[in-house]
DNA sequence: GCAAAAGTGTTCGTTTTACACCCATGT
DNA sequence: ACATGGGTGTAAAACGAACACTTTTGC
C-alpha cells in the first residue's frame, strides 16, 4: 500500500562543460490520469484538460517521483527512486523541505517531499537505468514546461545546493572521481553563479588540503594536459563535520 | 477533513539566562487512544501499553502538532499551531524538514513536517495561549521522556538553529525588542555551545551595523546598568538575504 | 610557431585572534 | 568599600583580494 497524501520527488543533477543539468522524466499519462475525480464524466475530463493543460501535453516533464509505501523510510524511499532512474547506489542525495501547497497537484491533496541528488557524471548514459527512454538531461537554463511545482522544487533545491556548497564539501559528488582544479573550480562558479580568481581559488583549495594529486593527467586535450586530483577521504570527513567556507569576493 | 499520514510538529524555542528553552505540551490521551486499531480488544491494548509506555505514563510530554487539514498549506497550519499554543503571530517560523520513518509512531504511518519557532521572551508567561495549563517551558539541557521520536526532531531543530545563527541574522528572535549586548552575546555562546571573547564579539556586531544604541539603560541591576540596544531594520533585512559570517574563534 | 588552457607569487589592506584592566552601579 | 558585571584597545598573525606572466601540449 502506498500513501495517497504523501509522494516523494528527486532533483537529480548532473554537471558537465556546459553546467549544471537536471535529469527529468516525461509525464506518464497513466499516472496522471488517476489524479482525476473516479467519477469524472468525459465531459467534466474534457473541461479539466482544458484548465490544466499540463494534464494532457507531451510538452510537460516532471520531477522523478512516485508515492510513499506505507512501510519504506523517506530517505530509503528515495534512494530507492534514485537506483530506479539511473540503476545507481550510493549517490549522495538529500532532503529539501516538505512542498504542502494545498493546490499544488489539482483535484488531489499531495504534499511531496523533496530531495536533490548529485551525481557523478561518468554516469550520465544512464545505461544502468530500465527507464532510460522517459528520461532526458536538461540544461538548467532550459528547462521544459514542467508539472505542477517542479519548477519551483528545482529552484529550491538549487538554493539548496548553493548554500550547501558554500560551507561544506558537497559539490565534489558532481564530479568525476578524478577531475582538474579548472572543473572544480568551474562547478564553483556555476553552482555559485560568480567568477573566481584562479589563484586565489587554488590557494584555498590547497590549505584545506581536501585534494591529492592522483598522479595521472589528462589524455587527449588539445593544449598543456592538467594534473588529476582525487579526495583525500579523511580530510573530506572532517570538513563534511567541522563545515567550510567557501564563500569567494 | 484532516490528512491522516501528515501532520507538523512545532518546536518552539524560548530564550533566558538560563539557556535555551523548549515548550513542550503535556500529552493528550484522547488523541494517542485514536492511534490505536479500531477494533484492538482490551486485552490487545493492554499488551500495547505495556510494549509502548509512551501511550499512557503521564511522564511524556510531546511538542506541540496536529495532523496537517486537507485545505491548509503547511506553513499556514504551522503558523496556526503556534498561534494555539502562544497566542502569537509572526513568529519566526522555519521548516525543519520532514521525519518518516515507518515505525516512529506505534500502529500508524504518520509522516511529520517538523518547524522550529523563536520566540521573544517578552511572550514567555504565555497568558495569551488558552491552552498554556497543558503547556511548559523546559530547559533544552532537562528535556523530560518525550513521545515518538520528538526528541530526535527536538535535536535536528537545534542543528538547524544552529546552521543558521551562523550565517543568517536569525537569533535575535529569541531576544526582547531591548537587549544588551551581553545578552546576544550569550545566546550565541549558548546556541553554538561555545564561550566567545567579548572584545572581539563586540567588534564583530560594531562592524555590521546591525544593532543601535535605543538611549535606554537596563534599570534595577546590582551593578554598572548596560546599554540597551535595537536591530537596524534595514541592515537586518540586508543581512538576512546576502548572509554573515558568525563563524567566531 | 601558435593557439589553448595550465600553472604559479607578491603585495596590500582587512580580519581575526589573543590578551587585561578600569568603570559604573547597588548594597 | 566591595562585589558584580559593563565596557574598552593594541599588536601580531592569518586571510582575502587584486593582479600578469610563463609553461606545456597538440595541431
Request: proline share 4%; glycine share 4%; charged share 25%.
Amino acid at each position: 500500500m502506498i500513501l495517497n497524501s504523501v509522494s516523494v520527488d528527486c532533483v537529480i543533477f548532473g554537471f558537465d562543460k556546459s553546467g549544471l543539468r537536471v535529469l527529468l522524466n516525461q509525464i506518464d499519462k497513466e499516472v496522471l490520469r488517476k489524479l482525476l475525480p473516479e467519477q469524472a464524466s468525459s465531459e467534466q475530463i474534457r473541461m479539466i484538460y482544458e484548465k490544466h493543460p499540463v494534464l494532457t501535453s507531451d510538452l510537460y516533464w516532471n520531477l522523478f517521483g512516485g508515492h510513499v509505501p506505507e512501510d519504506q523510510d523517506l530517505d530509503e524511499f528515495a534512494k530507492n527512486l534514485l537506483f530506479q532512474a539511473t540503476g545507481l547506489n550510493h549517490v549522495f542525495l538529500q532532503q529539501i523541505s516538505a512542498f504542502g501547497s494545498p493546490r499544488r497537484v489539482p483535484y488531489t491533496r499531495v504534499i511531496t517531499i523533496g530531495y536533490y541528488a548529485l551525481i557523478n557524471p561518468d554516469y550520465y548514459d544512464l545505461k544502468q537505468s530500465n527507464l532510460s527512454k522517459s528520461l532526458k538531461w536538461f540544461n538548467l537554463n532550459e528547462l521544459p514546461p514542467l508539472c505542477f511545482d517542479h519548477n519551483q522544487i528545482i529552484q529550491q533545491a538549487l538554493l539548496k545546493l548553493r548554500q550547501e556548497v558554500m560551507y561544506h564539501p558537497v559539490g565534489f559528488h558532481l564530479l568525476p572521481d578524478k577531475f582538474t582544479l579548472t572543473e572544480i573550480q568551474s562547478l564553483y562558479e556555476v553552482i555559485l553563479n560568480k567568477k573566481m580568481d584562479t589563484r586565489n581559488f587554488r590557494k584555498k583549495l590547497a590549505k584545506m588540503k581536501l585534494l591529492v594529486d592522483s598522479g595521472v593527467k589528462q589524455q587527449n586535450v588539445a593544449h598543456r594536459a592538467a594534473k588529476l586530483y582525487q579526495f583525500d577521504i579523511q580530510v573530506y570527513e572532517k570538513l563534511k563535520m567541522e563545515g567550510l567556507n567557501f564563500r569567494i569576493e
